[in-house]
């Protein structure tokens, strides 16, 4: 069964720091790894979806990478501002055995304050 | 058109009652999924519907009644639901696989906010 763990937890950060949000995973046979923000009591936003055979994707300052053999992806957040703060998701696609349709495992989340 | 759409924003119910959710994507998507997502947890999958058919139905109690009547829109039906089912409910789409364009994103709506009393 598929494991995703996030780290840290929570993370409080002044605005303007770089900083990196970890997700590692158990099984990695995925077929791909997406980040989601979320904020309080609102639905997911996509950030960035990265396929099993891509190493790493970029959207503005954000940057997603991923090492499926050793089951890790790092989403680095450059120059951070308050409106960054949210609550980042990594969610593994296994592979795709045919279906036309992707079947996320979530990890548990890190809440990111960045604070003026 | 990146937006999917649900209804109602919040709505609160008590153990007899019947209610539903609405979920609408004109972004030509033909898989559709449901979430439920507990305080402080992540979402968990119920069902997924892929070209109008159920495809995955996680185990859910049956009080839960999924319904794609077309591929644009997608019912939870909702009956003697237990306090324990208040939740934020997610409805999200994608791309079926292969369509050569942004395959496999998935897509959420803002989600319902249901407190059962």
């Known amino acids: 069964k598929q494991e995703v763990t996030q780290i840290p937890a929570a993370l409080s950060v002044p605005e303007g720091e770089n900083l990196v949000l970890n997700c590692s995973f158990t099984?990695?046979?995925?077929?791909?790894l997406q980040w989601f923000r979320q904020d309080p009591g609102k639905g997911l936003t996509s950030l960035l979806l990265?396929?099993?055979?891509?190493r790493e994707q970029t959207s503005g300052r954000l940057n997603a990478s991923l090492d499926k053999s050793s089951g890790r992806s790092t989403l680095y957040i450059a120059a951070s501002q308050p409106g960054d703060s949210a609550t980042y998701l990594c969610a593994v696609r296994r592979s795709a055995g045919g279906t036309s349709y992707g079947k996320l495992t979530f990890g548990q989340g890190t809440i990111l304050t960045v604070h003026p | 058109d990146t937006e999917v759409t649900q209804t109602p924003k919040h709505l609160v119910m008590g153990m007899t009652n019947k209610k539903s959710l609405k979920c609408e994507q004109h972004?030509?998507?033909?898989?559709m999924y449901w979430y439920k997502q507990k305080a402080k947890k992540p979402p968990e999958l119920m069902f997924v519907?892929?070209?109008?058919?159920?495809?995955i139905n996680e185990s859910v109690p049956s009080r839960f009644s999924p319904e794609c009547p077309n591929s644009s829109l997608l019912n939870l039906h909702l009956h003697a639901l237990q306090p324990e089912d208040s939740a934020l409910y997610l409805c999200?789409?994608?791309?079926?696989?292969?369509?050569?364009?942004?395959?496999?994103?998935?897509?959420f709506g803002p989600g319902t906010r249901l407190t059962v009393l």
């Open positions: 999200a789409s994608s791309h079926p696989r292969g369509a050569g364009v942004k395959i496999d994103t998935q897509y």
């Open positions: 990265i396929q099993s055979s891509q």
């Open positions: 099984d990695s046979a995925i077929y791909n």
């Open positions: 519907y892929s070209y109008e058919k159920l495809s």
């Open positions: 972004m030509g998507h033909r898989a």
